[in-house]
């Protein structure tokens, strides 16, 4: 007798079924980030509206966080994932996921099991929408105030760079905790390996904050130089990672072991033969991203840890004047702009502007999206015009 995953395995692989309106998850996403035409009608018979679709989730857990769905008068609040067919939520494990628990709405092109509702652990039913692609020319059904923030003559790259601000202050307080606790040498590596590991890596990141950790790496690499300090340090880090790894799937170069090779190859570099484990000299105010470069940290990663870890610890901990530090931040461009930040670019662009052009108006749009777009706060934040 096959058990209820394989089950649904079955019945979602079996043949001679009709053609999916979406041609892939991919194509379901965009159909949704684009904000859907209602009423819809959800599997157990209720009317809904979508009036947030929510931000891009990271890859790490569901496909849109923070949507708002009306249904018949009540607002769901919470987070959306999406699949062509029902059975992929099971077939996915998402049923026993605790990273699915604040799942609000669940999306699907098929309905193809006998259920009306999505269980998650056997306690919560998630409620369930069957959607369907708009038809050609129907314009999105949301569009949310920013959008027209220029027409009504906001300064969005102002805004967003005062946010860039706000939010770089909030990481300097941060690393003037850590560095109040154990120097400013050992805060900048943490920040370093939180930057480098990503969010797909945090409990890594933690791990060798703890051990081998700045004063491990030293101890590991004394007594060498250049590449073979980096393969010392880099050694420590790998042993003291163990089996730690990643949840999901990740690119090669986003592997644990590429992350923390080049995290050791960075810290040899700020740390060479001879170091205490202070402030490192080559990390100078004029120094720009390319002091953070190091072999397996190309142009972008090299800035995003000039952003999270180099200008917050220089500022947090008095390494570098105010004014310094202001200056680096104003200067550092961008990265690029992240997958989940693309929809609130496309609303707040315009024609031929770049919201997102500099590292500080990329933070500032961060958070921007974390305190009102996934909070529900739409209309409410700095770049909605006036009613």
Not at 206 to 212: C, F, S, T, Y
Request: proline share 9%; aromatic share 6%.
């Amino acid at each position: 007798m096959m058990g209820r995953g394989e089950a649904v395995r079955a019945r979602g692989a079996r043949p001679g079924r009709e053609a999916l309106p979406f041609r892939d998850e991919a194509e379901l996403q965009a159909a949704w980030g684009r904000g859907p035409a209602g009423p819809l009608r959800l599997a157990d018979g209720r009317t809904a509206r979508v009036v947030f679709p929510g931000v891009p989730g990271d890859g790490t857990g569901p496909d849109f966080r923070g949507a708002i769905v009306e249904v018949e008068g009540d607002l769901l609040r919470g987070d959306v994932e999406l699949h062509l067919r029902h059975s992929g939520w099971f077939a996915h494990g998402h049923d026993r996921d605790p990273a699915y628990a604040g799942v609000a709405l669940h999306v699907v092109a098929e309905n193809d099991l006998p259920l009306r509702a999505t269980p998650h652990r056997g306690v919560r039913r998630v409620p369930l929408l069957v959607f369907a692609p708009a038809p050609a020319g129907t314009p999105a059904a949301f569009v949310p105030p920013c959008a027209f923030a220029r027409a009504a003559g906001l300064d969005v790259e102002a805004t967003l760079a005062r946010m860039g601000v706000r939010r770089l202050r909030m990481k300097a307080n941060r690393a003037a905790l850590l560095a109040a606790a154990r120097g400013p040498g050992t805060a900048l590596f943490a920040l370093a390996a939180e930057a480098l590991l990503g969010p797909a890596h945090r409990a890594l990141a933690r791990a060798v904050q703890e051990q081998p950790g700045l004063g491990g790496l030293l101890e590991a690499g004394a007594g060498y130089g250049g590449e073979e300090r980096a393969l010392a340090m880099t050694a420590a880090l790998r042993a003291a990672a163990g089996p730690l790894r990643a949840g999901g799937r990740v690119r090669p170069a986003a592997a644990p072991a590429a992350r923390l090779g080049a995290l050791g190859a960075l810290a040899a570099r700020w740390w060479p033969r001879g170091s205490d484990g202070g402030w490192p000299a080559l990390l100078t105010p004029g120094a720009g991203w390319q002091a953070a470069r190091a072999p397996g940290i190309g142009r972008g990663a090299a800035i995003e840890v000039a952003a999270n870890a180099v200008i917050p610890a220089a500022l947090g901990t008095g390494a570098w004047p105010e004014e310094a530090a202001l200056e680096a931040w104003a200067a550092l461009p961008s990265p690029g702009t992240y997958g989940k930040l693309r929809p609130l670019e496309r609303w707040l662009g315009g024609l031929d502007s770049r919201p997102f052009g500099s590292a500080g108006r990329l933070q500032g749009g961060l958070l921007l999206q974390a305190d009102y777009c996934e909070k529900g706060a739409c209309g409410r934040c700095p770049l909605s015009p006036p009613a």
